[in-house]
């Protein structure tokens, strides 16, 4: 199983409301990563977390808030965002880093609407 | 500040032929490069990866290569086909952290 499961695959969301995305692995990868993506552009690293634990924060702003409540689960938490963050979300995860590289996999993303 | 970058923005290919996509990155810190398939909406796919202690690995119809003293990578493709089509990102990870960095993309088309 090579699968990473985001949730939902689309979400639209008011400048005021709070959503969360969330994304599910069960390779056993103990790095998992947030990507923004906005169109015509290459996906843009936010957040990596190794072993459940925040090791990058690419200075991401605090309207977005991530957590990993364990070894398979990442979220992500939305709060007050602006019609900017509109973008493809997407999750990855991989081996962490080690005498082995090893690719990323990542999930099919969400696509996020803000109004 | 684009550490990798694909200075092609686009490629036409005809089926059955050879394509190749670039990549140039400036970091001599990264030592693992991917390449990634992407379709609109769609996450990433990956293709095919390279150790920088190697110049050459091939699987199926892609091939990378890696030129070190260069900083550039390339994949080939052949015979292309019309699946193909997509945009093709390169990636590169290096140091000690799990920082997986795009290029900037090549959307390339194969034509019937």
């Known amino acids: 199983d090579t699968e990473v499961t985001q949730t939902p695959k689309h979400l639209v969301m008011g400048m005021t409301n709070k959503k969360s995305l969330k994304c599910e692995q069960h390779?056993?990868?103990?790095?998992m990563y947030w990507y923004k993506q906005k169109a015509k552009k290459p996906p843009e690293l936010m957040f990596v977390?190794?072993?459940?634990?925040?090791?990058i924060n690419e200075s991401v702003p605090s309207r977005f808030s991530p957590e990993c409540p364990n070894s398979s689960l990442l979220n992500l938490h939305l709060h007050a965002l602006q019609p900017e963050d509109s973008a493809l979300y997407l999750c990855?995860?991989?081996?962490?880093?080690?005498?082995?590289?090893?690719?990323?996999?990542f999930g099919q993303g969400t696509r996020l609407t803000v109004v | 500040d684009q550490q990798v970058k694909q200075n092609s923005p686009s490629l036409s290919v005809q089926e059955g032929r050879i394509s190749i996509l670039n990549c140039d990155y400036t970091?001599?810190?990264?030592?693992?490069f991917l390449w990634y398939k992407k379709y609109p909406a769609e996450g990433p796919t990956f293709l095919i990866s390279?150790?920088?202690?190697?110049d050459k690995n091939e699987d199926g119809r892609f091939t990378v290569f890696l030129n070190k003293s260069a900083k550039h990578l390339s994949l080939h493709i052949v015979p292309s086909q019309p699946g193909d089509s997509a945009v093709y990102f390169c990636?590169?990870?290096?140091?000690?952290?799990?920082?997986?960095?795009f290029g900037t993309g090549t959307l390339l088309a194969v034509q019937p």
């Open positions: 990855a995860s991989s081996h962490y880093r080690g005498p082995r590289n090893t690719e990323a996999f």
């Open positions: 390779m056993g990868h103990r790095a």
């Open positions: 977390y190794s072993y459940e634990k925040l090791s």
């Open positions: 970091n001599s810190m990264f030592d693992y």
């Open positions: 390279i150790s920088s202690i190697k």
């Open positions: 990636a590169a990870r290096g140091g000690a952290t799990n920082k997986l960095i």
